[in-house]
């Protein structure tokens, strides 16, 4: 079991900044491939960005490409974002989630790939 907690999320106005983070334990971090989705009401879940278990590659959703930036810190056991120039498009729950390694980076756009998600947390951001 990967127990994750997400942290970060709040409310801010068009073109500000917000780094989230998401802090996991359990088993070895390392062994994971991490990423972010986000859910707007009404919507589906959608995908906003992977990383794989090293750090050595990512990837984005375009709506956010140039904008935020994923990253991890294993000695931590922790993923973040880094999310700049926000748009009130992106306000939403954002959720954490694990996928033990295998598959190729494609396979991290996909909800159904990940094995532990977290509870998620809340970013609102105002016109």
């Known amino acids: 079991q990967v127990q994750l907690v997400e942290s970060g999320g709040g409310l801010v106005q068009a073109g500000g900044s917000l780094r989230l983070s998401c802090a996991a334990s359990g088993r070895t971090f390392s062994n994971y491939a991490m990423g972010w989705f986000r859910q707007a009401p009404g919507k589906e879940r959608e995908f906003v960005a992977a990383i794989t278990w090293s750090g050595g590659s990512t990837d984005y959703a375009d709506s956010v490409k140039g904008r935020f930036t994923i990253s991890r810190d294993n000695a931590k056991n922790t993923v973040y974002l880094q999310m700049n120039s926000l748009k009130p498009e992106d306000t939403a729950v954002y959720y954490c989630?694990?996928?033990?390694?295998?598959?190729?980076?494609?396979?991290?756009?996909?909800?159904?790939?990940?094995?532990?998600w977290g509870q998620g947390t809340q970013v609102t951001v105002s016109s």
């Open positions: 989630a694990a996928k033990l390694l295998g598959g190729t980076m494609s396979t991290l756009k996909f909800v159904s790939q990940y094995n532990y």
